[in-house]
């Protein structure tokens, strides 16, 4: 609920708080709408036309086109480089790509602006496992299972990295 007399960044900001409350909890029709409802809230950060942009670029992605989503995506975070999900956007698509460094850059951007983004902290574990930096990829797995404990794949992946490090 907004506060009284607050603008609406204080609404926006109750509501990811309670969003994120919302994804330990035991129900997962409540974590599956509140994963989806922050979803929304990251693509449309900067508005309805960059949201279209982003969208764009990722059907590009899903139809297996990525020159032309890399293109979006690029051009996305150079106007716009405060524009979170423009990074994790190209994260995912570079990771896709098995340009894992430079994702893993990326990731970093994202997690600048959204520190609480569980996207691009699996994504950061995903490219680090790639990269067989199992220790690292644990890290950033645990993060994400910090915010988003049901997670399976996380614990999944943390299983895996453990069994390589043996």
Avoid at 27 to 52: C, F, I, M, S, Y
Wanted: charge should be negative; proline fraction near 4%.
């Amino acid at each position: 609920m907004p506060r009284r007399g607050a603008g609406i960044i204080f609404t926006i900001m109750d509501q990811n708080d309670q969003y994120l409350e919302d994804l330990k909890s035991d129900d997962p029709a409540v974590r599956d709408n509140a994963t989806r409802a922050l979803w929304v809230l990251w693509h449309g950060q900067l508005g309805p036309e960059l949201e279209k942009e982003l969208n764009t670029g990722t059907e590009l992605m899903d139809r297996q086109q990525p020159d032309q989503a890399l293109e979006i995506f690029q051009s996305l975070v150079e106007r716009y480089p405060d524009f979170a999900e423009a990074h994790n956007k190209l994260a995912t698509l570079l990771f896709m790509m098995d340009r894992f460094e430079e994702s893993i850059k990326e990731c970093e951007e994202v997690l600048r602006r959204v520190p609480y983004h569980f996207g691009a902290l699996n994504g950061m574990g995903l490219c680090l496992f790639d990269l067989r930096r199992y220790e690292e990829a644990i890290t950033y797995f645990q993060k994400a299972l910090e915010i988003q404990p049901y997670a399976v794949n996380n614990h999944s992946y943390i299983a895996r990295c453990r069994a390589n490090l043996n």
